[in-house]
């Protein structure tokens, strides 16, 4: 079992940045792929970004690739979204997910969730 909490969501303006964190705990942090997905009211949940067990790989969606960034940190079992020049569209629910051993771009892969945080970009 891995449990994930994710923090950091809030209110901020259009332009501006907050950087999410989802702290892990439960099984070897290290030896799970990571993700961070959004659901905003009335769409489906989308693929942000991801990185691989050991860190050295990363992947994007295009609608987010040059502005968000995703990192972790073994030695804090915790994975960190950076979000830049955030837009009214980024307004979501933020949800980290973690899979063993591979990263993936479709949520039904992720057996491991957390509860979300909100991001809510006023323009």
């Known amino acids: 079992q891995v449990q994930l909490v994710e923090s950091g969501g809030g209110l901020v303006q259009a332009g501006g940045s907050l950087r999410l964190s989802c702290a892990a705990s439960?099984?070897?942090?290290?030896?799970?792929?990571m993700a961070w997905f959004r659901q905003a009211p009335g769409k489906e949940r989308e693929f942000l970004a991801a990185i691989s067990w050991g860190g050295a790989n990363t992947y994007y969606a295009d609608s987010v690739k040059g502005r968000f960034t995703i990192s972790r940190d073994g030695a804090k079992n915790t994975v960190y979204l950076q979000m830049n020049s955030l837009k009214s569209e980024d307004t979501a629910v933020y949800y980290c997910?973690?899979?063993?051993?591979?990263?993936?771009?479709?949520?039904?892969?992720?057996?491991?969730w957390g509860q979300g945080t909100q991001v809510t970009v006023s323009s």
């Open positions: 439960g099984r070897t942090f290290s030896s799970y792929a």
């Open positions: 997910a973690a899979n063993e051993p591979y990263s993936d771009y479709r949520s039904s892969v992720y057996d491991y």
